[in-house]
């Protein structure tokens, strides 16, 4: 069998399996390069392959790309080679023995408070109100941009992060999160976009209808701007991008003596599998109670919000 023909393979059990589409298109990716490589050396079976060969590709891939990347395509190609020992695709696993070092966790950067404030006081509509609901609910960028109108429960006071067919969440699990007063104020001058979306880009030449989601990439684009011309630090590694929000949330929450275990429900973290995990049930009441604590300030209104200018 080709290695084209098992990564197909594989890719349709991870499909089988419910994989997010967001995880095969990465997987898809990473294949991609790697059977490209071994094509150029020559090596198109899956019985030619050898640790050497996966050896010398990560240390080709390691000239320019972080090392967590590295790391994390090694651990998908492992994958490959462990199924298709299953299937019985290759007598052995040749990557069976081979070890990966993971990479130490760095700490990322977060702005503070007043940071923040500058960001918000700067940005003009709608970006100010994207942000807002970034900074003061920890949600991610992807989660804001499949938002829809049905999903902000003003009666109760709730954003629903729901996830559906097509549109999971990281998790794929559906949570809610309670709206900070500072948040509050903001919904009352947000705009139905009459549409699918909470928040939509501007008609543009080719969409000139309009009602297509925001752009997570100019999203991330528009702040990182924005936050340069502020004079704040902007990138990924040492700097602040728009997923920093998120960082600036849970440490808000977290330095408000919130449970750690309640901003985890909040952020739609999944990574406590212990059985206090399981039994643990953060009550309506309690949940607001623990998000009006946290003290992000009160803030004016913007004085308009709705679609975005880009495409």
């Not at 991609?32 to 198109?44: G, I, K, N, P, S």
Request: charged share 25%; proline share 5%.
């Amino acid at each position: 069998m080709t290695v084209a023909q098992a990564v197909e393979d594989y890719l349709g059990y991870l499909r089988t399996e419910h994989r997010a589409r967001k995880t095969l298109v990465k997987y898809h990716g990473i294949f991609d390069r790697f059977v490209t490589y071994l094509a150029e050396q020559r090596v198109l079976r899956l019985g030619q392959v050898t640790a050497g060969h996966f050896d010398r590709y990560r240390a080709h891939r390691q000239k320019s790309r972080h090392r967590k990347t590295v790391y994390t395509e090694g651990v998908v190609i492992k994958q490959l080679f462990r199924w298709a020992r299953t299937r019985k695709l290759v007598t052995e696993d040749v990557l069976a023995d081979v070890r990966l070092h993971k990479p130490p966790l760095v700490p990322k950067t977060a702005p503070t408070l007043a940071q923040v404030a500058r960001l918000l006081a700067a940005a003009d509509e709608p970006l100010r109100t994207y942000l807002s609901f970034l900074a003061f609910t920890g949600m991610r960028a992807g989660e804001l941009q499949r938002l829809r109108l049905e999903d902000i429960d003003r009666t109760g006071n709730w954003v629903h992060v729901v996830s559906r067919p097509g549109h999971e969440t990281k998790t794929r699990m559906s949570r809610k999160i309670p709206i900070h007063p500072r948040l509050q104020a903001i919904l009352g001058i947000i705009r139905a976009s009459g549409g699918t979306w909470l928040f939509t880009a501007a008609p543009s030449t080719k969409y000139p209808d309009g009602g297509r989601p925001i752009s997570v990439k100019r999203l991330n684009e528009q702040f990182t701007r924005l936050a340069a011309r502020l004079g704040l630090p902007v990138g990924r590694e040492s700097g602040f991008v728009v997923h920093s929000l998120r960082h600036f949330f849970e440490t808000a929450a977290v330095n408000a003596r919130v449970p750690q275990r309640v901003v985890d429900a909040w952020l739609g973290h999944r990574s406590d599998r212990s059985m206090a995990a399981v039994y643990y049930h953060l009550g309506d009441e309690e949940s607001h109670q623990f998000m009006g604590s946290v003290p992000f300030g009160m803030g004016e209104p913007a004085a308009d919000a709705g679609r975005e200018d880009a495409s």
